[in-house]
């Protein structure tokens, strides 16, 4: 088995595995397990050799159907041959995150932070982390008080009607944005109605969206952010204490290298429980 000599690899890549060729084999069972959460049901597969008795699998599909709520997760990945049922398995750590790269099997830099930029952006009265990937790929955070001083961007937030944000970022590390200005659109689509058995108009009601648009200045140094920002599957919003998940809606950036600043409004959807329709789904 190769394609796997290292640890620490991103799920947001390809991670191409290879089955060199048996005599007398046919096929290979590939079973994955994750190790981080054993309640998760395994994948196993049979897959075909080729004519000259090999055989190729991109895995990272399966790792992310399979990942838990942590950044890091522990699989273990086991092939045995349909000739002999010999195995070997291997253990190893992958990352929810990726390069943007047109090569396959990336990996995550151990003892590094998880920080796209130069530096942290730090927002005045606003909570912040700092995620740490050790020797052995997992993923720590570390005290403000324990990260060299020059690596931190204390900031002011500007503006009375702002939006504090936390996003996923490509290195499985989670990343702040202070935005000084948002407003809210609440907008409804009409389901239709029927003719009820007494021959009255019945309405079915209202398909309800919230949604809000978030301005902001981003400095040259920390166009990265707006960029993961951009194509973050995970984001959250700050109110009231709490940190509430919404969703990207088409957002994008164009980066300009000759800019010192980028004017960035971005869009976003609330996962509201709201429904004023007499339609219900989960």
Do not use: H
Request: hydrophobic share 35%; glycine share 6%; charged share 20%.
């Amino acid at each position: 088995m190769t394609g796997l000599e290292s640890n620490g690899y991103y799920i947001n890549n390809e991670i191409w595995v290879a089955f060199p060729s048996y005599a007398g084999n046919v096929y290979f069972t590939v079973r994955i397990e994750n190790v981080t959460d054993p309640s998760i049901t395994p994948f196993v597969n049979k897959i075909y050799a080729s004519p000259n008795g090999t055989a190729r699998i991109n895995i990272a599909p399966i790792l992310k159907s399979m990942f838990t709520t942590s950044n890091a997760n522990v699989f273990k990945i086991t092939r045995i041959l349909s000739s002999n049922n010999a195995s070997i398995s291997l253990q190893k750590t992958f990352i929810r995150g990726g390069l943007r790269t047109i090569y396959t099997n990336q990996k995550a830099t151990s003892n590094t932070f998880l920080n796209p930029a130069s530096k942290y952006p730090i927002f005045q009265g606003y909570p912040i982390t700092f995620d740490f990937i050790n020797g052995e790929f997992q993923i720590n955070q570390i005290n403000e008080t324990d990260i060299n001083p020059r690596l931190l961007d204390y900031r002011i937030p500007k503006g009375c009607n702002g939006a504090y944000i936390k996003f996923l970022n490509q290195f499985g590390g989670y990343s702040y944005w202070y935005f000084e200005s948002f407003s809210n659109t609440e907008s409804g689509s009409n389901l239709g109605g029927f003719i009820n058995s007494l021959n009255n108009v019945d309405d079915l009601g209202n398909e309800s969206q919230t949604q809000f648009k978030a301005y902001s200045k981003f400095p040259k140094e920390y166009v990265s952010l707006a960029k993961d920002l951009a194509v973050s599957g995970e984001i959250y919003i700050y109110e009231n204490g709490l940190f509430n998940r919404i969703r990207n809606i088409k957002n994008s950036i164009e980066e300009d290298r000759v800019k010192r600043a980028y004017s960035v409004t971005f869009k976003f959807d609330y996962d509201t429980r709201f429904n004023p329709s007499l339609l219900w789904s989960n």
